[in-house]
Structures are given as structure tokens and as C-alpha cells.
């Protein structure tokens, strides 16, 4: 069964670190783009930062440069997103999909949700003192 899952969301304080998970189960994620995204209430979805297959390139939301990092460890299965100096407004629900565009191009990935193939629950992010 294809499935990601999401974890390591919470509650922070403003200035805070956090580091999401999204491990899958069901395929191999070293061949597929990894984004994540976000979507806070009364929001439509936001691409927040994404990383592709072999070469690991990434790229990320201009709201979030500079203090999230996304990477990934094929080893497990996982990519991660290191989200430091939280703010107030990068309260969402956090969300990583799969893009199967990684299966025959290894530099590219996106930040629109379109192409991506598996999506996982979601995890609450909440940035509040």
C-alpha cells in the first residue's frame, strides 16, 4: 500500500525550530520529487519547498528562504523540513506529496501541486506564544 505519512508538527513559539518528517511506505521515494506544502484556514494551498530525485535540487517558497531547509535520506525512505525562526503566519497544516516526474528527471521539482502522484495526511504546525 502506497503511503506517506507526515509527523513532527506542533505547537512552537515564535522563533522556534521544528523539523517535519514525511517517510513512505509502499514504493521507493529516492525515485520521485518531494514537495511540501502548506495550508493555513480560509487559504488555498501554498508550495512551500521541494527537492528532486537524484540530483537533490531544491527549491523553496520565497515566504520560507533562508529558514526552512528540506533534504531527504534515501537510506530511510524520508525527507525532512527544518523549519527555523517560526513566525506566526507559517501556521498550517504541512502536507508532502510525491511527484513520479523524479522517475525520468532527477533535477527538476515544483512547487505547484499538480503533478504530485501521493499525498500524505497532513501535520498541524501551529507558531503561537
Known amino acids: 500500500q502506497v503511503q506517506l505519512v507526515e509527523s513532527g508538527g506542533g505547537l512552537v513559539q515564535p522563533g522556534g525550530s521544528l523539523r517535519l518528517s514525511c517517510a513512505a511506505s509502499?514504493?521507493?521515494?529516492?525515485?520521485?520529487?518531494i514537495g511540501w506544502f502548506r495550508q493555513a484556514p480560509g487559504k488555498e494551498r501554498e508550495g512551500v519547498s521541494c527537492?528532486?530525485?537524484?540530483?537533490?535540487?531544491?527549491t523553496y517558497a520565497d515566504s520560507v528562504k533562508g529558514r526552512f531547509t528540506i533534504s531527504r535520506d534515501n537510506a530511510k525512505n524520508t525527507v525532512y523540513l527544518q523549519m527555523n525562526s517560526l513566525k506566526s503566519e507559517d501556521t498550517a497544516v504541512y502536507y508532502c506529496?510525491?511527484?513520479?516526474?523524479?522517475?525520468?528527471?532527477?533535477?527538476?521539482?515544483?512547487?505547484?501541486?499538480?503533478?504530485?502522484?501521493?499525498w500524505g495526511q497532513g501535520t498541524q504546525v501551529t507558531v503561537s506564544s
Open positions: 506529496a510525491a511527484d513520479p516526474v523524479g522517475q525520468v528527471l532527477s533535477n527538476i521539482c515544483v512547487l505547484a501541486g499538480g503533478p504530485y502522484e501521493y
Open positions: 527537492i528532486s530525485s537524484r540530483d537533490r535540487r531544491t
Open positions: 509502499g514504493f521507493t521515494l529516492e525515485h520521485y520529487a
